[in-house]
């Protein structure tokens, strides 16, 4: 079966077709940083006019490339939840719209479980559930047990800023965006090069959030707020003009990201620990494995140090084609085929109107407190 993800959450319009066996029959993605750069962050009547006037090209493009016959789709799936309310509206309306035209089931889809079952999508062999996720991205950090879709226990959480939106912050307080290199890159990306031409990475220290509690939940807004005093200082001391940059900002990366991923890594540590607990069993006889996902994720340097800190607890790890970490219609799509999977007995949803956006929709909790 085929079925069509579509994907509205934030800034991005994808549109994809993906089968049963994870065969991308075409991936249509229109982004709107560009836009957004230019204003320092994304205004969503502005974001919303963009889905609207793009959805139906992205859908059109979507069955050419493909080479599918609407009437071949086996389901519309759509990102309903979490997500920027008029955004998510957009996708939605459509996703309604076309199911009822061609009289197919609609699945809703949570955004961050997509993000969280994408990397099964390339490894389905090798990831069965339940698995740890640990989801890093421009709005969410959690570490979660993933059981199925639909079936997440959320082990941990961020208190305040998330990895990716502290990256954009910092890059843009930084003026990264100066550099002529690191443009049209988001904040993350523009780092993670960065840091690779340090010379001194030990140049700046970053102190370990949450170092003294005992759960795993994360924290980003004291290495934000440190890193804000730490840019000011040296612009002072080095009289850095308005529009310019500080001289050693590659050492300033180095030292942001190795502080990121030891807080990343201190955190997924105990939920593995806690995890492995014969126990707490939660891996029950399967062998451990860890996904990493998210746009965070396509961070090279959190990712190797992540899969080694797994390795030494036997875990294996994987993340989503780099294509993949980030939003797009696939990941939408590959999760709709899951709901498929999972559903085979065919309570599928045609109360097309009952399905609604939900802003902002967390999982179950579950404490890892003690
Ligand atoms: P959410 O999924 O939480 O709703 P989102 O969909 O906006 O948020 P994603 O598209 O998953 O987020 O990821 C975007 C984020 O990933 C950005 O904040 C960006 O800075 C970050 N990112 C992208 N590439 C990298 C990288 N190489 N290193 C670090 N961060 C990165
Ligand atoms: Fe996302």
Redesign the pocket.
């Known amino acids: 079966s085929y079925v069509l993800g579509i994907e509205t959450?934030?800034?991005?319009t994808g549109i994809a077709i993906v089968d049963t066996d994870g065969r991308v029959h075409s991936n249509v993605l229109y982004s709107q940083q560009e836009f957004h750069t230019r204003y320092g962050g994304i205004i969503p009547p502005r974001a919303q006019d963009l889905h609207r006037a793009r959805i139906e090209d992205a859908y059109k493009r979507c069955l050419v490339e493909a080479d599918i016959r609407p009437e071949q789709l086996t389901a519309i799936a759509v990102t309903n939840r979490?997500?920027l309310p008029l955004s998510l509206l957009v996708g939605l309306r459509f996703a309604r719209h076309l199911a009822r035209k061609l009289q197919k089931p609609l699945l809703p889809v949570h955004?961050?479980e997509a993000?969280a079952l994408q990397a099964r999508m390339e490894h389905i062999s090798a990831i069965s559930f339940p698995f740890l996720c640990l989801l890093i991205?421009?709005?969410?950090c959690q570490l979660a047990m993933v059981h199925g879709p639909g079936k997440l226990t959320l082990l941990g959480q961020t208190l305040d800023d998330?990895?990716?939106?502290a990256?954009?912050k910092i890059a843009r307080r930084l003026r990264l965006y100066v550099l002529p290199q690191y443009r049209a890159w988001?904040?993350?990306?523009a780092?993670?090069h960065a840091a690779q031409s340090a010379l001194f990475p030990d140049a700046y220290d970053f102190p370990l959030p949450l170092a003294q509690q005992r759960n795993c939940n994360f924290s980003f807004a004291g290495i934000k707020n440190n890193s804000f005093r730490a840019i000011r200082a040296r612009e002072r001391l080095e009289h850095t003009p308005p529009d310019g940059i500080i001289s050693n900002y590659s050492d300033f990366c180095a030292g942001l990201l190795q502080a990121v991923t030891r807080h990343l890594m201190h955190r997924t540590q105990r939920a593995l620990e806690y995890c492995l607990q014969p126990a707490n069993g939660l891996f029950g006889d399967a062998s451990p494995t860890l996904v990493v996902s998210?746009?965070?994720a396509?961070?090279?340097v959190?990712y190797r140090n992540i899969e080694h800190l797994a390795g030494q607890y036997n875990c294996r790890s994987y993340r989503p084609f780099k294509r993949y970490?980030?939003?797009n219609g696939v990941m939408i799509a590959w999760h709709g085929i899951e709901q498929l999977m999972a559903n085979s007995a065919g309570n599928l949803r045609f109360d097309y109107q009952n399905i609604d956006i939900q802003g902002a929709a967390g999982f179950r909790d579950s404490s890892v407190e003690d």
Do not use: L
């Not at 998330?162 to 939106?165: H, L, N």
């Open positions: 959450s934030c800034d991005d979490p997500g955004h961050m993000h991205s421009g709005g969410h998330a990895p990716g939106e990256f954009d988001n904040g993350g990306q780092i993670e998210g746009g965070v396509n961070n090279d959190i970490c980030s939003d």
